[in-house]
């Protein structure tokens, strides 16, 4: 591997999502060990201002493709633009955050490149010059190590797997605009609506400690007690699948293999058993408690500390704690 | 209307943890004896779409198809017994080991054979290598749009209307068809099969095609033809180090977590 790791970095109004710094920290060390440069790609607009931040982050070179279909995410105008990029980077690797978007744009790009894709990477390493690519698979229970005999290999990797690189104002690289090898009549589906949950404080990305709830709960009502002690502990509440599918919590609050990705320093998993599939969005987080009436259940295997018991009991007990403790 | 869902057997996901046993030399998981094979649950919902469409437009005729071993029958036996109307069993020796790639290439190929297929449908991921690759390549292949993680999927006047799961909420996406859409979780449970429609299923066609039907030659599919190379499956040591906070009541577990967390500075 001697070519460029391309980093597609997503964007949000025109800002950069933070999971695109991990991506180009984890691409300037492959390329650091292998010899090869680190580019970027950015779609729609942002401009130069985003660009020098890429570059700062790690980035020797940015691909800006400005055009106003690129604005916001769809796969029928990004899979070319980015097909087009990828090819004139000659690059050996592709990482793209693990995310709604990631997740749908990624195998697209490996068909449409002739490629291959390793999807919810936690892992990504040199290997005798080849990327190995670390996954979860069989809900989370196993992992497997593959590499591919195409290139660019494609990875989606999940966030928090790998540390942002400190941004460096004096690092320099080459900002080059391309023209997106697309054009409308591409496009060949149309957005009508979105609804977006209502965003209660931070997103669970960016929040230190989330307090997330399970089928344990026994109901709805159980998320005010969880609520409550989000708010003590100034953090975000998340689930793991069975509340959000019995409709007890907005389907956005899902943890997991297929929901969200989340990385806090703390995590209390209260009735959550602990499957396979909810760990492998949480499992990474730095400590995690876990409450739980059975002292059997799976979650005290990945728990730093835990709690047997009602948690009807201890949650308002808990709270009043750490309200002590804050004083 | 012709739709085709694609199916994976795969070993029962509801097994605990501890059910599951990796196999070093195949570098794949190997579930203990007696673990039932079963559909992989977001195909299931995937073909639940699929009668729900049926269900508003019933001129519409649903093949399900599984890529597998002979043993992969009973998930399109299953699959008829929920109401599908035939099946297609894709089984040569040269389909084993396959990957993303050389799966899309093959139920590809099966569903341009099958032709004039409006829509095909897919879980969003198999619950097995949980990758969520097939879907999107079929599309590509097929160069037929694809519309990801649906929720609700509505048929009108040969345009798919899909309100399709976003990290932070839902967007409806349209698409003339054909098409290909894939299913997620939040599509809802799948109807259990009705002891009439499981007699009835008996009876209903299932044909058997290999690659040479497919007209694909033996060294393009499988293995051979994968992009993948699998280095190693294995089962992530759990450091087992909880420390469980006794006490005589909530409040004294409350205030023991309390000071061990504060120590740890974690609040």
């Known amino acids: 591997m001697t070519g460029a790791v391309l980093v597609i970095a997503e964007t949000t109004q025109g800002k950069t999502a933070g999971a695109a710094y991990e991506l180009l920290g984890l691409a300037r060390r492959l390329a650091d060990q292998a010899g090869g440069t680190v580019a970027a790609a950015l779609l729609g607009s942002g401009g130069d201002a985003v660009a020098q931040e890429l570059i700062a982050r790690g980035a020797d070179k940015v691909f800006v493709a400005e055009h106003a279909l690129l604005g916001e995410y769809y796969a029928d105008a990004w899979v070319p633009a980015l097909a087009g990029i990828c090819r004139e980077a000659a690059c050996d690797a592709i990482l793209i955050s693990h995310n709604a978007v990631g997740a749908d744009l990624a195998p697209r790009l490996a068909f449409r490149l002739g490629t291959a894709v390793a999807t919810g990477c936690v892992e990504v390493a040199l290997n005798a010059g080849r990327l190995a690519l670390t996954r979860p698979c069989y809900g989370g229970n196993a992992r497997e190590v593959i590499a591919f005999k195409t290139v660019p290999a494609i990875a989606t990797v999940r966030p928090g797997c790998y540390d942002v690189l400190a941004a460096d104002a004096s690092r320099r690289g080459t900002v080059e605009q391309v023209q997106p090898e697309f054009d409308a009549s591409a496009i060949r589906t149309r957005i009508i609506a979105r609804k977006r949950d209502a965003a209660e404080g931070m997103r669970l990305e960016d929040a230190k400690v989330i307090v997330a709830g399970g089928r344990g709960l026994n109901g709805a009502g159980g998320f005010r007690a969880l609520e409550d002690l989000a708010r003590a502990l100034g953090g975000a509440v998340g689930a793991s699948r069975v509340p959000c599918d019995l409709g007890w919590c907005p389907r956005s609050w899902q943890i997991g293999l297929t929901g969200r990705t989340v990385t806090p320093e703390l995590y209390i998993a209260v009735g959550i058993s602990g499957a396979g599939h909810h760990m492998a969005g949480c499992g990474n987080a730095k400590a995690i408690v876990a409450v739980n009436t059975d002292p059997e259940a799976a979650i005290f295997k990945d728990a730093r500390y835990g709690i047997v018991g009602d948690y009807q009991k201890f949650i308002p007990a808990f709270i009043s704690e750490v309200q002590k403790l804050q004083g | ?267």
């Open chain 2, 1 to 267: 209307m012709r739709i085709v869902v694609c199916v994976k057997q795969v070993p029962n996901p509801e097994i605990a943890a501890s059910q599951y046993r990796v196999d070093e030399q195949a570098r794949t998981v190997a579930p203990v004896a007696g673990v039932q094979w079963v559909m992989s649950p977001f195909d299931e919902q995937a073909v639940e779409a699929a009668l729900r469409i049926r269900d508003a437009h019933p001129a519409t005729n649903i093949t399900v198809m599984s890529l597998g071993p002979e043993r992969a029958r009973t998930v399109l036996k299953h699959g008829l017994a929920m109401g599908a109307d035939e099946g297609v069993l894709l089984a040569d020796t040269a389909f084993a080991g396959s990957d993303g790639y050389t799966t899309a290439l093959t139920l590809a190929a099966a569903i341009r054979k099958i032709g004039n297929v409006d829509l095909v449908l897919t879980g969003r991921q198999a619950a097995d290598r949980d990758g969520g690759v097939v879907g999107a390549g079929i599309g590509e292949l097929l160069g037929v749009p694809v519309i990801s993680f649906a929720k609700e999927v509505h048929i009108e006047d040969g345009v798919a209307r899909v309100e399709r799961v976003l990290d932070d909420g839902t967007e409806t996406v349209e698409a003339l068809l054909p098409a290909v859409v894939t299913v997620s979780n939040e599509l809802g449970a799948p109807r259990v099969p009705s002891l009439r429609e499981t007699m009835r299923a008996a009876r209903k066609p299932v044909a058997a095609w290999s690659a040479s039907d497919l007209g694909l030659a033996a060294d393009t599919v499988g293995a051979a033809g994968a992009r993948r190379v699998p280095e190693r499956m294995f089962i992530p040591l759990k450091q087992n180090r909880c420390e469980f906070i006794a006490g005589k009541s909530p409040e004294e577990q409350a205030a023991g977590l309390a000071q061990r967390l504060r120590e740890a500075k974690l609040i």
